[in-house]
């Protein structure tokens, strides 16, 4: 099977749909890869990397669409005015496609895509489940505009971020506001904060305040209390009460913080104007406002999609490729997100649109000539049924005599206890006692130790509790003796067992160290 990677004409889109390593993955996969020349080029992927990871390098996107089996895109197909044809005409009749297409906008799209029978999976449709988390490329691409987001505001900020203190003076630190704390926001969270900037978040659902917290920001909520969790990890629409109080956070914090940026978005509608112009025009001249939902019509008042403006004397960045602005990095991963995507869909040795994928289906817009978007809601786990309760049973419960609180078993069990345990004392040794003593004195503390940690630090408890098991490591060399014998092959499975432990320790603890390294 032929898999095409084109090239990009839609104006300021600097990506590519993959790279080297996508193409040598795709490769394994059983995959004969194509890619049209120059595809690359804005992502730093020359059409002699292509050739030497494998790829044939095809001259035009005639050349490419009319031999690709599977075309991987990363924005939608577009007229081509070069070609006096859209790139959807230029597919083979059947092939499959997938890009970002944004089916709730691109109903035309759709019925181009059906009447050309092609099967086309919208990337920005993967459902937002575990299982599909590898190739969500919504997060992925919200993960660098966060990042980017940042970076622009320092530009056209006339300040540093951190505080500084020199001899010719103080500066205070950088106040950036971010709103919406989703995979964007966080990014930008983290990038500001790592800047050295004082960084404040507002989300509607109070589940991310942790999350919020540990990248080092203040979290800022409201006192009324509303939940905006909504599906798939979306936030939903608040109500008025709600909107009011929030509106009124930010009309006061806009005269107070130095950088807005937003990034709410509701899936499927247009984004909710959280900064108001009476609120651009009370900023302090010099402020910068970076509207990640520009694109779907943005959360400033002011907004210019596309356009970056300087109006009341603070600059509102409305730009709508800031992930572009970062083409390799942002290549490499959306490629990453489309091979993922294509493993689970050739499991079975062959590639294979599985309408039973939950992931597959939710994303399949158009199949064998027909829209199959919006797709069918997936249950989840049935609930079990509730026992009926008939006249019978009802009167059978009342004539069953209570259980007493204590059976006679377990008195029984409970004396046979006491009793071992008096003969043990009477004749057992004292060290055996001894040991006996410490040995339930640490089960209990151990227990009380371990349960009252925080979900936040099991990890670094686990790392050092397995390195920890080297006393076991210990113990059983000195069970292992010259002669053979029991002792000696149990000290000597002690052995074995403890140090993949011991070593497992150290393994995660130098990951867990690895991530807070700069």
């Known amino acids: 099977m032929k898999v095409g990677i084109p090239k990009e004409i839609v104006p300021g889109e600097r990506r590519v749909a993959g790279v080297t390593k996508t193409v040598e993955r795709l490769k394994k996969l059983g995959f004969e890869v194509l890619v ?48 006096g044809v859209h790139e959807v005409d230029l597919m083979r009749e059947g092939a499959c496609l997938i890009s970002f297409i944004w089916p709730a906008q691109n109903k035309e799209l759709l019925e181009r895509l059906a009447k050309r029978k092609v099967s086309a999976i919208a990337m920005d449709a993967i459902p937002r489940i575990s299982r599909a988390q590898k190739s969500d490329a919504l997060s992925s691409m919200a993960n660098i505009a966060g990042y980017r987001a940042v970076l622009e505001a320092a530009a056209a900020f006339g300040s540093l971020f951190p505080p500084q203190m020199t001899a010719a003076g103080r500066s205070d630190a950088a106040r950036v ?27 509607v659902r109070p589940q991310v305040r942790e999350q919020v917290q540990s990248l080092g920001a203040e979290f800022l909520e409201v006192e009324l209390e509303e939940s905006g969790e909504g599906v798939g990890g979306y ?87 800031l992930v572009s602005r970062l083409p390799t990095h942002a290549s490499h991963l959306y490629g990453n997100n489309q091979v993922h995507l294509l493993e689970d869909m050739v499991r ?66 409970l004396g046979l206890v006491v009793v ?18 410490v040995f339930v004195l640490a089960c209990f503390v151990g227990w009380q130790v371990i349960w009252n940690v925080t979900p936040a630090l099991h990890t670094p408890l686990m790392s050092v509790t397995n390195a920890i098991s080297g006393i076991i490591l210990i113990g059983g060399m000195l069970q292992v003796r010259a002669e053979f014998s029991l002792p000696t092959i149990l000290g000597a499975i002690a052995v074995v067992l403890a140090s993949i432990n011991v070593a497992g320790g150290f393994l995660v603890t130098q990951r867990m160290l690895r991530m807070f390294r700069k």
């Not at 008042?301 to 603070?314: A, D, F, M, N, Q």
């Not at 199949?367 to 509730?386: L, R």
Request: proline content about 8%; some cysteine; charged content about 20%.
């Open 348 to 413: 079975s040795g062959s590639f294979k649109i599985d309408l039973e994928d939950e992931v597959v289906r939710t994303a399949l817009v158009t199949h064998e000539g027909n829209i199959t978007w919006p797709p069918p809601k997936f249950a989840g786990p049935p609930t079990p049924a509730a026992p009926v309760k008939t006249a019978q049973s009802v009167a059978d419960s009342k004539n069953v005599p209570a259980a007493p609180k204590k059976s006679l078993s377990g008195w029984i069990g």
């Open 36 to 83: 049209e020349s120059g595809a690359g080029q804005f992502a730093n992927v020359s059409d002699a990397a292509y050739a030497a990871a494998g790829a044939t390098v095809v001259p035009g996107p005639k050349e490419l669409y009319g031999q690709a089996d599977l075309i991987l895109k990363v924005l939608a197909p577009v007229a081509r005015p070069d070609l």
């Open 177 to 203: 506001l971010v709103i919406g704390a989703g995979v964007a926001g966080l990014a930008a969270i983290a990038t500001a904060n790592n800047m050295g900037a004082r960084v404040q978040a507002f989300d």
């Open 235 to 321: 936030a939903k629409e608040m109500s008025k009460e709600f909107i009011d109080a929030e509106m009124a956070l930010f009309r006061r914090l806009a005269t107070q913080v130095d950088i807005i940026i937003t990034t709410a978005l509701i899936p499927g509608k247009r984004s909710p104007i959280l900064i108001t112009a009476d609120m651009v025009r009370s900023m302090k001249p010099g402020s910068v406002v970076v509207d990640l939902a520009a694109e779907q019509g943005g959360n400033c008042e002011l907004t210019e999609p596309g356009k970056s403006i300087v109006t009341h004397g603070v600059t509102i960045i409305g730009d709508t490729d």
């Open 420 to 437: 071992l345990a008096g003969l043990l004392a009477t004749s057992a040794p004292p060290s055996l006692l001894q040991h006996l003593t």
